[in-house]
Structures are given as C-alpha cells and as structure tokens.
C-alpha cells in the first residue's frame, strides 16, 4: 500500500505494482547488468522491450492490423498540431466539437494550419457542463475530419458515447481517459494522448492512426513530424523516450492481469460512482457543477459551498494523506483525478474525509 492517495489530474498516479517492479530491474534489467536508461534504443534488449508494449497495447484495445500504434514525444499538445499538418491532406477544413478547455487548445492550434476550424457542435452555451447532443451536430461532410476530446480533464466532462460522423475521419484527443474503459478504435481516425495520466510517465505521447490516413503530409513539415515517417521507422526515426515506453510496458501488463479493460472499467464505474454520491448526498455542502449522464469517470470536480473553507479543505486532507486535490487554477474549487491506478480504498478515504470535515464544517 502506498503511504498517500494522490489525486493528481498528472502526471499522475502509477500501479504501485508496477513502481515496484521498475525499482527491482533499476539497476539491471533481465541480467542486461544495465538499467533500462542506459541501453541503446537499436539494441537486442530494448527493441525486444518497445516491441512487447506495442503488442501488448495492441491487445489490451484490441487495436486492427490496419492501424499504426506511434510511441513519440511531445505531449497532446504536440499532438494538436501534429494531427492537422497530416490528416488535413489538402483539404481546407476541420470540424470540433467544442467541450471545454482542452478542445478550446487543440481548436486553436488547428487554426494555424487549417483554412477554416468549424464548431460542429459546442457546450459553452451552458459552462462546458455537458456533452452536445449528438443528433444536432453539424459535421461538414467535405471536412478533413472531426476532432474531439473524449475526456475535458478540467472540466470533468467524459463522453458516453463514440460519435458517428459517417465518412468524416474521427480524431480523438483520449489522454485522460485512455485505456479505462474499452473502445472500438475501428471506429477512429486517430486517436492520441499523453502518457502521463493512465499509460506512464510523462514524455510518452501515443497515437493509433489509420494506415489509409498517411501519406499526405502537409509540405514543408518537419520530418519528425510525420506520422508515415515515424510508423516506417516504428517510431525509432530519433532516438524515442525508451524509459517511459519501458514503464508504458509494465502498465500495459499490469492492465492485462487486472482482467483487461472491461474489468478496470468496472473498477472505474465503481470508484467513480462512490465520489459523485458523496457529493451528491452531502446537502449541498459539496456540489458537482457537471450534468449526471457527463460526468467523468476519471477527473471529479467539486466544489464547497463556502470557498473560504477551500484552505482548510486542502490542509486536512493532505494531513490525512489525500494529495493534490486542488482544482486547476482555471477553475478553482477541487478536482479528483480517479485514474486506474487509484484503489478503491483511496476514494474510501476521500469520501470518508469529505463527510467527516462536511460534519466539522456544516
Ligand atoms: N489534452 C488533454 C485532455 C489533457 O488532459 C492534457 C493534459 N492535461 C493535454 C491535452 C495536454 O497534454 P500534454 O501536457 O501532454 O501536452
């Protein structure tokens, strides 16, 4: 058992399972008498090591034989841009949903590349709190493809659904909530995100690409930015971020002996639903600004009635060992980021906490 529950939105909490296995192989990795750190990305050990990540990711989601999977660098963020200089393939537009924070960046990276960046459907009209009913969103048919963000990790807002968007590509930003529920990725574009909240450490960005989608790179884009160029090279065209795909790895086992992804979803669903019923039950001590249907499995907002209680809240709880509960500076208030490493007995703690200062406090 960890000492802390850390609440983190990420980087953000690992299996500790997992972190104890990184410490026993630090110092020399299967009788390499190196570290993982150390080895060269073209040699025998590591090849052997990015090559079992990928397929064991494969298998975990199930990933089609007609997909790239692209262990790079960068970050989603690089990603939002990275997305439009290949998947606009000449064509002018790209379509959004707009659902907060996160969709509002990538949206505004967009724009430097595509002649037009439509809103195809947006929540703001009601403080990003829900997801946009899909029956009245406005694709454009010609678009290069449609882009959303299945998980706002600010907000808390997490779509129940894959969108249909026909023959228009669908393009995912999934960083927060990857691997915690299972997708059909038959149904994607593309999908990407950063490690640094359900996969590893940070430094890992993963994108699953359609092979039809390559090839129709952008002119003028950096080499390393071409997805073509980094699946012909399985993601080694530089030297890739060996440690982080080596954990990537060990996660990706981890996730396996949980029973899978519809297992850890169940987990999810569980842990989840405790949070958002102590919030719900506590007289308005507590309040979740999201619509039910939309509320994240992964990231739970809050917020206490009286801010002026928001230090003390923050203070006890980490006396208690509840960590890094502070909402983002954008939104004040609390966010807890569930993600699958967290145990249930960490949302046990947090939700007895939240009662007992409720109590104190009330
Ligand atoms: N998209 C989402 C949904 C995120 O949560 C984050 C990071 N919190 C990003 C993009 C940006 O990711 P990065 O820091 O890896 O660039």
């Known amino acids: 058992m960890s000492p802390v529950f850390n609440f983190s939105a990420g980087p953000a909490v690992l299996p500790r399972e997992v972190l104890l296995e990184v410490q026993k192989e630090m110092l020399d990795w299967h009788g390499s008498g190196m570290s993982v ?5 073209r040699g025998r050990e590591f090849m052997h090591i990015a090559a079992e990540a990928e397929e064991d990711l494969r298998a975990i989601m199930g990933i089609p034989k007609n997909y790239k999977v692209l262990f790079l660098q ?3 963020t690089t990603q939002f841009a990275m997305v439009p200089m290949n998947l606009l393939r000449g064509r002018g537009g790209i379509d959004f949903v707009d659902t907060g924070h996160w969709s509002k960046l990538a949206m505004k990276e967009a724009r430097k ?3 037009t960046v439509r809103v195809a459907a947006s929540s703001e009209d009601r403080g990003y709190t829900y997801v946009p009913a899909e029956a009245n969103w406005q694709i454009d048919p010609k678009a290069a493809y449609l882009h959303y963000t299945s998980n706002e ?5 997490e779509f129940p659904f894959v969108p249909n968007t026909g ?3 669908l393009v995912c930003d999934m960083s927060s909530n990857f691997l915690s529920r299972p997708v059909d990725v038959s149904r994607f574009g593309l999908i990407y995100g950063g490690a640094q909240k359900n996969i590893g450490p940070a430094g890992l960005t993963i994108v699953i690409v359609r092979e039809d989608l390559l090839g129709q790179v952008a002119p003028g884009t950096p080499t390393m930015f071409d997805y073509k160029i980094q699946a012909e090279g399985d993601s080694m065209y530089n030297t890739p971020p060996t440690f982080a795909i080596y954990v990537a790895g060990l996660v990706f086992k981890w996730v396996q002996r949980q029973g899978g992804l519809k297992a850890i979803e169940q987990r999810n669903i569980e842990k989840a639903a405790m949070l958002y019923e102590s919030v ?3 007289n308005g001590f507590y309040t979740c600004p999201v619509e039910k249907p939309f509320r994240s499995r ?5 917020k206490l009635a009286d801010e002026n209680l928001d230090e003390s809240f923050i203070k006890e709880a980490s006396a208690r060992n509840l960590l890094q509960i502070k909402g983002h500076r954008v939104t004040g208030g609390m966010r807890a980021s569930i993600y699958n490493a967290m145990p249930l007995e960490g949302v046990k703690a947090l ?7 409720a109590k104190h406090h009330g």
């Open 153 to 157: 990790t600010l907000g808390g807002v």
């Open 351 to 357: 939700t007895g906490f939240m009662q007992d200062f």
């Open 280 to 282: 719900d039950t506590s």
């Open 37 to 41: 750190m150390e080895m060269s990305h």
């Open 298 to 302: 992964m990231n739970v907002p809050f």
């Open 113 to 115: 590349f595509a002649d």
């Open 167 to 169: 023959e228009v590509p």
């Open 74 to 76: 960068g970050g989603a």
